[in-house]
């Protein structure tokens, strides 16, 4: 049962974790291209209808691979996880119904209208289809979040004695406290990731000395959509965040803070250290007092429980894992925000496009807000472990009974492979997209 459970949870991880890689990056980028029309309509300068369309070919093709690799986790539901599909299918099938049959359609067709339709719309029509295209997009992480927020604190349901879940409030799902900011939080943080691969991608153009106007606009558009939403992900939306966690998911809270015993006087906030499970406590650990307690309830000495005050059986199964994952991200974090107001600070003295360090390292860091991105999931989803649904349904409880580990370990190195050979192709045709730059147009 054991190997059973790991195979399952990891062919699931895998295969969200590189699906993902895809949405953060098409949600974001589609709000950077309604301002680049926006700016058009307004200005009447082609190179921002420009700008607008060369982002359109790089969403379209990570919108591709979002549905080629978005479709094998809805089969998942139905083979891996079974029987948690058979319980709570009655309340996360509405949500994830409405956003393949509203969001996709609405994002996908016109996604269409926008890249082949803009001679026969004319230009006001077709910033309406880009807008639509982000509408479709943010909508659809509204309603995936929707469904993520019930598991991590249900409700408006009820449970039948045969252990169905029925859902008893509709408008409950949408108004969850849990919701708007894990929504926000995750918006703001897609919102980083198209910042920073605008600013990087203008970076290369620049450094390069190619499509140097559009690599200037690239990379101002990138640091001032990259500041705010840097800025965003901290605060409002993650200390929103933090602040649900601690009050729904103490012993969560505990787990990624590194807390081990309840500290008399105020909780420190860790900076650096590494979780020792045998001993219960941080080696090596980098702390600040006090500080901890004070972000989260505005007192110095307020307290917070650690692990020891929780049973075992309900710790989070991978503390070590949650620990990391939530450093590493709120690390990067810190560091999205001192270079984005390092470039700001440029742009404002008119030498950013002169500053060649700061290029190169927001060319560099092309890769990190995936990364940040990816261990704030990790962070969210380690986090609600052992529960499907926090408190109510145990992952062991979900898993398909009849599916043996050995078959799920079969289709996971099939995911692998097949994946590998996606991520190159996508890789070819991004960089010839890239390579070749926006088309001018010429009247």
């Known amino acids: 049962m054991e190997d059973m459970l790991f195979y399952d949870r990891m062919q699931f991880a895998f295969t969200i974790t590189f699906h993902y890689l895809f949405p953060q990056l098409t949600m974001g980028l589609s709000l950077m291209i ?35 690799t978005g479709i094998p986790m809805e089969f998942q539901f139905g083979t891996n996880w079974a029987k948690f599909s058979e319980l709570t299918g009655g309340i996360i099938g509405q949500t994830l119904a409405m956003e393949g049959m509203f969001s996709f359609f609405l994002e996908s067709s016109f996604l269409g209208l926008f890249i082949f339709g803009e001679k026969l719309l004319g230009h006001k029509l077709h910033f309406v289809t880009g807008f639509l295209v982000f509408l479709g997009s943010w909508a659809s992480g509204f309603l995936i979040i929707a469904t993520h927020s019930w598991m991590q604190h249900p409700v408006g349901y009820e449970i039948l004695e045969n252990g169905k879940f029925v859902l008893t409030n509709f408008s409950a799902l949408f108004t969850n406290e849990w919701l708007w900011p894990s929504y926000l939080h995750n918006q703001a943080a897609s919102l980083v990731t198209a910042s920073f691969v605008v600013a990087a991608i203008g970076s290369f153009y620049i450094l390069n000395n190619k499509h140097s106007e559009f690599g200037k606009l690239f990379v101002k558009t990138g640091v001032i959509f990259g500041l705010i939403a840097s800025i965003l992900v901290a605060f409002p939306t993650g200390d929103m965040m933090a602040k649900n966690v601690v009050k729904h998911q103490p012993v969560t809270f505990a787990a990624m803070e590194g807390i081990f015993e309840t500290e008399d006087g105020g909780s420190e906030i860790i900076l650096i250290g590494q979780p020792d499970m045998k001993d219960k406590k941080l080696d090596n650990k980098i702390a600040v007092p006090n500080i901890l307690s004070f972000l989260t309830y505005q007192k110095w000495d307020a307290e917070i429980k650690g692990l020891n005050e929780f049973d075992e059986d309900v710790h989070p199964t991978n503390v070590p894992g949650l620990y990391y994952a939530y450093h590493i991200m709120v690390g990067l974090g810190t560091i999205f925000i001192g270079l984005m107001l390092a470039a700001i600070v440029q742009l404002f003295r008119k030498k950013l496009y002169k500053t060649k360090w700061i290029l190169w390292s927001l060319m560099f860091m092309l890769p990190f807000p995936y990364i940040a991105n990816t261990t704030g999931w990790y962070t969210a989803e380690l986090g609600r472990q052992p529960w499907l649904v926090y408190n109510l349904l145990r992952t062991s409880a979900g898993a398909s009974p009849t599916v043996s580990a050995g078959n799920t370990l079969f289709t996971l190195l099939g995911f692998i492979g097949l994946y590998l050979l996606l991520g190159l192709l996508f890789l070819m045709i991004a960089g010839k997209i890239i390579n070749k730059g926006p088309e001018i147009t010429t009247h």
């Open 34 to 68: 309604v301002y680049f029309k926006w700016k058009f309509l307004r200005t009447k300068t082609e190179t921002y209808n420009d700008a607008a369309k060369f982002w359109m070919k790089i969403f379209a093709l990570n919108f591709a691979m979002g549905v080629v």
